[in-house]
């Protein structure tokens, strides 16, 4: 059973085949690509993770210094489109990378799991559909044969796992 951790987020993914932290430098080209956090492959799809927890606790003094001026950045960054259009170019390199790789054989969904305490489900929709606009989702080319990604959610901790689906997220203590 797989499980990969994020800062203070600790995700447990028991239906995945393979599992991966996907931005670390490991991959080579962090000097020219973004990446999401997390890469999932399961029996029948591909799940691309990308974690946003501005509010965090930073247990770090020197972090926590900084943490009121990043987290007002963050969220001028969502309330200006920003945030979407980084979250975008995050999903895209990282499936030129895996393609480039041989391995999309599977659909790709792209979750967001973005944790604002402030942000309502009707937020969170919102942020959704932004997303989905600048990635494209829908409609795509005809000439295309598949579309870039099957599916896109943004969703907090609470929402990823009422909903079960691929696993769970907590808080380490």
């Known amino acids: 059973m797989p499980v990969l951790i994020e800062r203070e987020l600790e995700f447990d993914f028991p239906a995945a085949v393979q599992a991966r ?16 956090d997390f890469i999932v492959e399961l029996a029948d799809r591909y799940l691309f993770v990308e974690v946003k927890d501005p509010f965090t606790t930073l247990s770090d003094p020197a972090a926590a210094t900084n943490a009121d ?11 200006s489109n920003r945030l979407p259009l980084e979250l975008a170019r995050k999903y895209r390199d990282s499936f030129l990378y895996r393609w480039a790789e041989g391995k999309l054989d ?31 989702t829908n409609p795509v080319p005809p000439s295309w044969s598949r579309p870039l990604v099957q599916g896109v959610a943004v969703m907090n901790m609470a929402s990823w796992n009422a909903l079960g689906t691929y696993g769970s997220v907590r808080r380490i203590p």
Do not use: Q
């Open 21 to 36: 932290k996907f931005d670390h430098d490991d991959h080579g080209l962090s000097h020219c690509m973004k990446a999401v």
């Open 69 to 79: 001026k990043a987290r007002k950045a963050f969220l001028n960054r969502l309330s």
């Open 106 to 136: 599977k659909d790709v969904y792209y979750v967001v799991l973005l944790e604002i305490p402030s942000l309502d489900p009707a937020e969170y929709l919102a942020i959704t559909e932004r997303l989905k606009r600048v990635l494209p």
